[in-house]
């Protein structure tokens, strides 16, 4: 399975970018996929994630700003970031999983390679 993410860039605060993922070669259905970030010397941390049936789930720093959302396919995901802010300057990885709880216990088994999103103030 590859996954490939895009959408990163560089943004003033209060502006929007969308994050896109796709996975190919899948041998499975992916139950469950989602974007972490990594800011520099910080630990890696959960942004949101969405499961084949819909269910999402948000960091508290993302909640009313950042939108997840898939395809019906399942090979897809999004990452809709609006109001964007110094503090969300980081590496954003997807990831995804064929187990439903993968990716919200601490990121699935296939990773992408990282696209950086960079907001000044």
């Known amino acids: 399975?590859?996954?490939?993410?895009?959408?990163?860039?560089?943004?003033?605060?209060?502006?929007?970018?969308?994050?896109?993922?796709?996975?190919?070669?899948?041998?499975?259905?992916?139950?469950?996929?989602?974007?972490?970030?990594?800011?520099?010397?910080?630990?890696?941390?959960?942004?949101?994630?969405?499961?084949?049936?819909?269910?999402?789930?948000y960091a508290d720093s993302a909640k009313g700003r950042f939108t997840i959302s898939s395809i019906s396919s399942g090979n897809s995901v999004y990452l809709q970031m609006n109001n964007l802010r110094p503090e969300d300057t980081a590496v954003y990885y997807c990831t995804a999983d064929n187990l439903e709880k993968a990716v919200v216990a601490g990121g699935g088994l296939y990773w992408g390679q990282g696209t950086q999103v960079t907001v000044s103030s």
């Not at 993922?21 to 139950?31: D, K, Q, V, Y």
């Open 1 to 57: 399975v590859q996954l490939q993410a895009s959408g990163g860039g560089f943004v003033q605060a209060g502006g929007s970018l969308r994050l896109s993922c796709s996975a190919s070669e899948i041998p499975f259905t992916m139950n469950s996929m989602g974007w972490y970030r990594r800011a520099p010397g910080k630990p890696r941390e959960l942004v949101a994630a969405i499961t084949s049936g819909g269910a999402t789930t």
